[in-house]
């Protein structure tokens, strides 16, 4: 993250302590042909995710994850997602979650140009992901793809 993006994020998170107890995300191992998976790399923060968001009040985590993957992927669902699991992700914040789901049932609307939020999106080998893949998101598709322990923590 640059170091003027640096001061916002922390007032976000300062708001969202007082406006929320705890925070809830949803992120999407969207999967293609059991090779390939969608990844984004955002404007805001380094490295390479799986695509997803926050979930808003009111929003359901199926609502939450269609949304976002709309927006940052420009994916429909066309069958149910499954949960992977719900991650707590203590780096980001001492209160943030996180639901992981796999996604192997959608269409592409379109293909995903770069926008405000998104810098980069596209679609990667398993096994050659690229370089600058958080941490957190090798964990998530090894344990999706090799069935590995389920962590905890993101």
């Given at each position: 993250?640059?170091?003027a993006?640096r001061p916002?994020?922390?007032?976000?998170?300062?708001?969202f302590r007082?406006?929320?107890?705890?925070t809830?995300?949803?992120?999407?191992?969207?999967?293609r042909?059991?090779?390939?998976?969608?990844?984004?790399r955002?404007?805001?923060?380094?490295?390479?995710?799986?695509?997803g968001?926050?979930?808003?009040?009111?929003?359901?985590?199926?609502?939450?994850?269609a949304k976002?993957l709309?927006?940052?992927?420009c994916?429909r669902?066309?069958?149910?997602?499954?949960?992977?699991?719900?991650?707590?992700?203590?780096a980001a914040?001492?209160r943030?979650?996180?639901?992981?789901?796999?996604?192997?049932?959608?269409?592409?609307?379109?293909?995903?140009?770069?926008?405000?939020?998104i810098?980069?999106?596209?679609?990667f080998?398993?096994?050659?992901?690229?370089?600058?893949?958080?941490?957190?998101?090798?964990?998530?598709?090894a344990e999706?793809?090799?069935?590995?322990?389920?962590?905890?923590?993101?």
């Open positions: 993250m640059s170091g993006g916002l994020r922390w007032l976000l998170h300062q708001y007082v406006a929320r107890g705890m809830l995300g949803v992120r999407a191992a969207v999967i042909d059991g090779r390939e998976v969608f990844l984004v955002h404007t805001y923060v380094p490295g390479w995710h799986l695509p968001g926050g979930v808003e009040t009111g929003e359901t985590l199926a609502v939450a994850l976002e709309g927006e940052e992927a994916l669902l066309t069958g149910p997602a499954a949960l992977h699991g719900v991650f707590f992700n203590r914040s001492p943030d979650h996180v639901a992981v789901f796999v996604v192997r049932d959608f269409a592409v609307e379109r293909v995903k140009q770069p926008d405000r939020e810098a980069e999106a596209g679609w080998p398993l096994d050659a992901l690229p370089e600058g893949v958080t941490a957190g998101t090798r964990r998530r598709l999706i793809v090799e069935g590995g322990t389920v962590e905890e923590d993101w």
